[in-house]
């Protein structure tokens, strides 16, 4: 005939059920998959934070705590900057692994350009303001660092 398997009890189970923590924090979770590597806030209410292999996730301030958004695999390995820039519409972030630099639409949730400087991209600084006729993206070399000026919305160097 059939045998049927007989369900073990856990000792002591009710007891691990019950002190399981049970509250609206632990319903669902956003977190990065690697470590946290960068954090930039910006004026537009969002909160960007990357991670050790790549991922860039955008998060939205709330009434209570902070929502998240969307997310972007924005480079193959680690960064090495995040900058937002100071009305916080764009953020940019250079990776380590593949050499890009990539300029993301806070606001809109996309990813604007990506440049692949002449240099191997390090620190990342935002030159003037949003409202500039030419918003431009300050790319320093994480070897020599050396700086070279883009224009943030055509990705082309400056002179």
């Known amino acids: 005939g059939e045998r049927r398997k007989r369900k073990r009890a856990l000792e002591g189970e009710r007891a691990l059920l ?11 979770s956003y977190m990065h998959r690697d470590r946290v590597t960068h954090v930039a806030a910006t004026a537009t209410d969002f909160l960007l934070s990357a991670s050790a292999d790549g991922v860039l996730k955008f998060w939205k301030k709330a009434e209570r705590g902070i929502e998240f958004v969307k ?27 593949d050499g890009a630099v990539k300029v993301f639409d806070v606001v809109c949730f996309d990813m604007a350009l990506m440049l692949k400087p ?10 003037g303001r949003d409202t500039d006729p030419q918003l431009r993206l300050a790319v320093a070399d994480a070897a020599s660092g050396a700086v070279e000026v883009y224009d943030a919305g055509s990705g082309e160097p400056e002179p």
């Not at 019950?18 to 669902?28: G, I, K, Q, S, V």
């Not at 995040?82 to 953020?91: D, E, H, I």
């Open 18 to 28: 019950d002190a399981l923590p049970c509250a609206e924090m632990y319903e669902r």
């Open 71 to 97: 997310q972007f695999q924005a480079h193959l390995g680690p960064l090495r900057a995040l900058a937002a820039s100071p009305s916080g519409r764009y953020c940019a972030t250079s990776g380590a692994g």
């Open 118 to 127: 002449r240099v191997q991209p390090g620190c990342l600084c935002w030159v």
